[in-house]
């Protein structure tokens, strides 16, 4: 028998899973065929980030998951942002990539055991945080470039103050000091409004950050342009609760002089509102820096 005609015997024996099967039950019976299971934390191969060629095209690293169907059956694999599906039949190591890593540090593939499965999302846990920055080569307000945080690292303190260090792809290291007495940006005046809107790029910044909200006619929710509450900023960073810091403690490695400013929350990463964050604005190399702080705390 011909592997196609194989395969096809294989799929018309239709899904694994009964109708209105829970998720959890489909979550546990597929994770026996995946190693390291769902849930686990996976890494790059270490082949791959000592490689030369690998490294200039840092967003093609590879790190692997093997898969192991249950007999006479094949599972379909769909990734992010891939259009074909990959179909495994036999016990085959299937790979990730550093760009299939969503802004949460997680690895997400759709799994499929049969023509009558719409699939089961499974997840990976990796250690690599997405960060962002504009060089002074981009145009800025605009689209941003990424790093990945492959490592966030507390250092011994200097003189009083905390240091973390930051280890990237592609291979950059960043050290941090924060003062041992932190020193709040300038916070809004009002209390906490009722609506939180992010809203990117308009002409004088790239974040409407919060005002209240009102209803028009139809009880509909609309936003109020007068209204005092509205806050608009050329920071990503919320204001409120953020700590100002002075651009000299964040060493990037280049002897560009640092003359502009930095803000750090310890919530409000963008892709997990849990995790502490930094933004930078004119600092060495960089005319915006964005990085998750997964080490840090207050």
Known sequence: MSLLLAQSV??????????GMPEKSRWDTLSSFFEPPPGTEVHLDSRDLNHSVMKKNFHKLRGWIMVTPPPDRCLIIRKKDHKEDKRICKKTYVSYQLMDIEGDGKIRWDISTGPDDFGTSLWWKTPYLIGKYVNYE??????????YV??????????GERVIELHLIPEKKIKILFPENEILAPQPERDAPNLYIQENNFS????KMEKKNKKNKDHLMVLDDDDPNTIRSDWQLHPRNSYQL??????????RKNDGFCR????????????PVLECHKISEFQWLYLPLSCIKK
């Open 10 to 19: 294989m799929l018309a024996k239709g899904s694994l899973f009964i109708a």
């Open 204 to 207: 004088n910044g790239f974040m």
């Open 246 to 255: 002075d651009s000299s403690k964040v060493m990037t490695g280049q002897s």
């Open 150 to 159: 492959k490592a966030c690292i507390e250092m011994p303190p200097v003189r």
């Open 264 to 275: 750090y929350r310890y919530s409000g990463y963008e892709f997990d509102p849990q995790t």
């Open 138 to 147: 981009m145009r800025w307000p605009g689209p941003s470039m990424a790093f």
